[in-house]
């Protein structure tokens, strides 16, 4: 399949999950969007994809670390696109002995299966992933390619996520998502309805997120949360693990640490303290990004914390 905007996807419904007196709560599945590029992360790539092969170009090029759903994500929509694609790696060290690296990371065996060119830089070097200086060293090193920021967000990925909602969501009060860079959350706002109330769960600690959203959105039906973090990015405890298992024994629905985990733990926390008001109908977002769980278990078992069941 040599076009990523007509791979396969399917039909993401709204699954009711339960009512918490009168106040009920709905998950879209975006995590069953595509079997192989999971929810948000298609959303954002679909019209990068289309923008790299309109602009002549032969590969993509793109950073994240070592559990990255976006670096998987890549991985697979360059190899549908028929594009080659490049992944700049957040830790040194990993590259010094790849083959062990692959064989105990999930995420960038795949990633290269895949077909990707895996790079590792420093930390230090790594924050310069956004200096133009930085990005021409890497033209000189792999040659003319697309560039894609780290998880993704820039304008085509935002009018990408613009699509997760339709007007089978009219019906909802309040519509949820976890917040990383903030394309999702921006694109969400700027589809929804007058009406909605849009809530953003930060997976990052600290407010830094809301001048970011601001300059990608026109309306102000929106806020951002930032008591469900658990400590920051990709940082967990066992009663965020605990509230995941537990989710998925009586739902069947499988949360990823990250980020919809967090925000679920985050949308029940406030309807029990009572912050929704009665009769409120509530649609949270799963995003995807369960392919990033084996990694996290391996993190989990070294601290002695609970596991996530698969």
């Known amino acids: ?10 039909a993401v419904p709204n ?28 959303r954002k790539l679909k019209y990068n994809i289309a923008e790299a092969k309109k602009q002549g170009k032969l590969k993509i090029l793109t950073f994240g670390g ?17 594009l080659k694609t490049i992944g700049i790696i957040r830790g040194e060290e990993l ?17 290269n299966s895949c077909g990707m060119q895996l790079k590792f830089i420093s930390r230090e070097k790594y924050r310069h992933k956004e200096d133009a200086v930085f990005i021409e ?6 040659g003319d390619f697309y560039l894609v920021s780290e998880g993704g967000t820039n304008a085509l990925a935002i009018k990408g996520c613009e699509e997760i909602i339709t007007s089978a969501d009219e019906e909802f009060d309040y519509i949820c998502t976890s917040v990383g860079t903030g394309g999702t959350f921006s694109g969400i706002i700027n589809a929804s309805c007058s009406h909605h109330k849009v809530l953003g769960f930060s997976a990052l600690k600290g407010d830094f997120l809301t001048s970011e959203v601001k300059e990608s959105v026109n309306k102000e039906n929106w806020k951002i949360i930032t008591d469900y973090h658990f400590g920051g990015y990709a940082k967990v405890n066992a009663e ?16 990823d640490p ?25 649609l949270a977002v799963h995003t995807g990004g369960i392919q990033g769980i084996a990694g996290m278990n391996k993190r989990l078992k070294k601290k002695n914390l609970p596991l996530i069941h698969l």
């Open 1 to 10: 399949m040599a076009d990523f905007l007509n791979a396969e996807i399917t």
């Open 66 to 82: 070592a559990f990255s759903n976006h670096i998987s994500a890549t991985a697979v929509a360059g190899k549908i696109s028929g």
């Open 258 to 282: 990250v980020y919809t985990g967090k925000l679920l733990f985050g949308i029940f926390a406030m309807i029990e303290k009572g912050q929704f008001p009665k009769n409120s109908k509530i």
């Open 95 to 111: 590259g010094h002995d790849l083959p062990k690296t692959l064989k105990f990371n999930d995420t960038l065996k795949f990633a």
């Open 15 to 42: 699954q009711f999950i339960t009512n918490f007196g009168t106040i009920s709560l709905y998950l879209k599945r975006e995590d069953l969007l595509h079997p192989e590029v999971s929810g948000n992360k298609f």
């Open 137 to 142: 060293e890497l033209k000189k090193e792999f």
């Open 240 to 255: 965020l693990i605990n509230f995941i298992n537990q989710f998925k024994e009586e739902y069947n629905i499988l949360l």
